[in-house]
């Protein structure tokens, strides 16, 4: 049945949660400000703070003077808690930070291997390896993490249709935790971009947001009522592998006219080659054709403009229906492809979603450049997975092992 | 702040809504199985029944033998605690139900104009009258109405581009209100049809569920954890205004290339028209076109059997997009063309859907025909106003008048 059964035991875990997040905001803090920054009454925060410096989760920091009245006892997030880790996992890419308590970054590991690691043991014996080397160079050992959180493309009920292992890992997500023996929370990027988002950036404003993330591949993650949409198979959001062009462009999904195949990065390379053939720049592989096609704008090549232009009207096109379908508050673009081209795509994205939107849907929309990062939202899901194995929360955090 | 402030007269008032609608669906039941079909404790189900019973919402319906064990006294909603009415509105069609409190139907009349209603002033007129030649057919009068519910297209964030009075009739709903003299709300017809799925469809079933509305026009109404998503401008679930084609067809709406424009009735009929140029019955006119294309189908009629196809892969391939952004459980298809074109667009449907949503997303994704109506939808959401307004229930029921 769906029934939602919230309990007053939900309530007191939701404004843990709430006051968690508000802490990590604002750095130092008061209750006062808390109450004032949450909405919540000074009696729920004053018992809430109090549960968490309990646990250690967060620690007071002396008297604040505010300049009138009496000084207030200062608050944080208690760094020294422990600290938490994300490791980010692809077919030929590995990625470990090391943060603490408050996701202030500590260390961060990058390996790109030259060929596709070929076996799930082989992705979860790196993930180890570069776990261990984010914490050597923060001075740390697995035994100082509260939890782990590993970064997956694709999803739990993704069939394995590529030959990438890190799709695999979901198979045998028992045997990575089992590896690194510690409590690890797995998510895929989309979704944790979208979590930072919502805890470090635009959620502290909005409760409905999406979160778009512009790379190889593309993709959305939709914030609701403060929450992550996850969906029947964990595969919402997946608007990158939504109609731009019925049976246009092949896409690398196996679908034909995907959003994806017009505004991940290969799609932006083969705009550029349909703009010019030929064009010395569409054989730049990788992340650096992005940043190529961006100096050649900058330097008023013609076609890099043109390929530019036509992608900022494909993607405010796709973006104007997760407007009409969701119509969110606020729309972050976030991502490889926004480093060096964000700026220069964002006043025709703007202007085509809101001739495109549903009536004045768009009318008062934020569309920014966003600065999130799944790695920053992974351990913020294995923090809010550490008060849950204390007992301070009760959501379910998914999937965890 | 985007902050959820849920306190414990919510989930009383949340307790209640669900118990109630667990009476609407079963019709005559006991304490003990209203439990069993909400998951509440017995406890609880016996504190929101007596709420239900002094306001007169609910009422005892004698003893029930159940074959073993001792008799228990039979619920049902009260019948006789009074009437709500839903009037659904366009340009030049008007339609009001009446209906008891257990949303059972007790009159309904239907008037279209040969020419569309002109003005504001003419809409009230047309809707009050209505209201009462209905009211008449059951034996009723206004005084024994708890509320209405007024079915507009368009919402309140539109702009009035259309020469439609029931558009503009969004900027005089207070008007409305005082012509008829009683507690109005009013909402869109895909959310009213998408409340009337959750309350009494597959909504017994699926908390993520997404009905499609297809007629002259399309959209969506997608429910998310059991409530009907609105979005920042009640616009939520305009999908039949997201893209099919960029920059394809033109649509009503101004855009090129909406989903409206291949799958709503007059795309339908350009559909034939390209499949076989001067086709008879692509001169039919409304809803009589598609019935008449379901005809020539049935009768084997090449060209008509070449359009419904094209029109099932179309949409196929359209609610993919839904099935990739949102991920509902379950899939529900209302309106018009179902009636004549349901069943036969369906088997198609059901394959280009699921070839085309991402992984395995629709793999248990159940596609299947909805007789919910948009005037059961806004009965129940009447109904739920006046649970509002005697203080049973908590939630904002917007608009409400
Ligand atoms: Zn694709
Ligand atoms: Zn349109």
């Known amino acids: 049945m769906p029934v939602a059964r919230r309990t007053s035991r939900d309530i007191r875990s939701e404004s843990r949660l709430i006051v968690v997040r508000a802490l990590l905001a604002a750095g130092e803090t ?3 400000e808390l109450a004032d920054d949450t909405g919540l009454s000074a009696a729920t925060v004053s018992t809430v703070v109090g549960d968490l410096l309990k646990y250690g989760i967060a620690a007071e920091t002396g008297l604040l003077s505010s300049g009138i009245g009496r000084p207030t006892t200062g608050l944080r997030l208690n760094a020294d808690r422990g600290l938490v880790a994300g490791v980010y996992v692809e077919d030929r890419y590995f990625q470990a930070t090391v943060f603490d308590t408050s996701l202030k970054r500590l260390a961060n590991v990058r390996i790109r291997a030259t060929e596709p690691v070929g076996t799930a043991d082989a992705v979860i014996e790196w993930t180890a390896r570069i776990l261990d080397a984010a914490l050597g160079d923060a001075g740390a050992a697995r035994e100082d993490l509260l939890g782990v959180g590993v970064l997956l493309p694709g999803g739990m009920q993704r069939p394995v249709k590529s030959a990438f292992a890190s799709d695999a890992i979901w198979l045998h997500l028992d045997r990575l935790r089992d590896r690194l023996g510690l409590p690890v929370v797995v998510d895929n990027p989309l979704k944790a971009v979208a ?7 635009a959620g502290r404003r909005f409760a409905d947001l999406v979160v778009v993330n512009l790379g190889e591949g593309v993709g959305a993650g939709i914030v609701q009522d403060g929450a992550v949409l996850r969906g029947a198979t964990g595969t ?6 939504s109609l731009l062009v019925f049976e246009g462009r092949e896409c690398q999904c196996g679908r034909r006219g995907c959003v ?3 505004v991940g990065v290969p799609g932006i390379r083969r705009t550029l080659a349909e703009t010019e053939p030929g064009h010395p720049i569409a054989d730049v592989q990788g992340g650096k054709f992005v940043e190529a096609l961006g100096e ?3 330097a008023g090549d013609a076609a890099a403009l043109a390929a530019v232009d036509r992608t900022a009207q494909f993607l405010g096109a796709a973006l104007a229906d997760l407007v009409a379908i969701v119509n969110p508050e606020h729309l972050a673009l976030a991502g490889w492809t926004t480093f060096p081209l964000g700026e220069r795509l964002l006043p025709a994205v703007r202007e085509r979603v809101r001739a ?3 009536g004045d ?6 569309i920014e450049l966003s600065r999130s990062s799944g790695m920053e939202g992974i351990a913020a899901v294995a923090l809010e997975r550490f008060m849950r194995d204390v007992g301070l929360v009760t959501t379910r955090v998914l999937p965890a092992l």
Do not use: F, K, V
Not at 236 to 241: F, R, S
Not at 361 to 366: I, Q
């Open 236 to 241: 919402a959001g997946e608007w990158g592998h």
């Open 296 to 298: 050649a704008a900058d």
């Open 195 to 201: 979590t930072a988002e919502l805890w470090l950036g």
């Open 30 to 32: 008061t209750r006062n």
């Open 260 to 262: 994806e195949a017009y």
């Open 356 to 358: 495109d939107a549903p």
């Open 361 to 366: 849907a768009a009318a008062e929309l934020g």
